[in-house]
């Protein structure tokens, strides 16, 4: 099972970024998709997801407006459209993939993150 983001980068104040996440071995059309951030000294904070049932969308309210998630389950891949980026977005970002099986264990795959530095 493999989780890879990529995308990240440093970019100003106002600018622009799209994070991508390609999944293998699992079924990714089983699987909801959320991307994930920590700021240094901060905790994990859930940033945007997508059901894999109907395609919709969860946002944090730091981020709506600003943010895009889609998936294409076609490519096995997820991404982040980041507009107007200010600098309290600088973080890692992950990539986490989680279902409730049919007897209710959850499972879930992380990726190893991205770097988004945003410079003011």
């Known amino acids: 099972v493999q989780l890879v983001e990529s995308g990240g980068g440093l970019v100003e104040a106002g600018g622009s970024l799209r994070l991508s996440c390609a999944a293998s071995?699992?079924?990714?059309?089983?699987?909801?998709i959320g991307w994930f951030r920590q700021a240094p000294g901060k905790g994990r904070e859930g940033v945007a997801c997508?059901?894999?049932?109907?395609?919709?969308?969860y946002y944090a309210d730091s981020v709506k407006g600003r943010f895009t998630i889609s998936r294409d389950n076609a490519k096995n891949t997820v991404y982040l459209q980041m507009n107007s980026l200010k600098p309290e977005d600088t973080a890692v970002y992950y990539c986490?993939?989680?279902?409730?099986?049919?007897?209710?264990?959850?499972?879930?795959?992380w990726g190893q993150g991205t770097q988004v530095t945003v410079s003011s």
């Open positions: 986490n993939a989680a279902r409730i099986t049919s007897s209710y264990e959850y499972l879930d795959y």
């Open positions: 071995g699992f079924t990714f059309d089983d699987y909801v």
């Open positions: 997508i059901s894999n049932s109907d395609g919709s969308t």
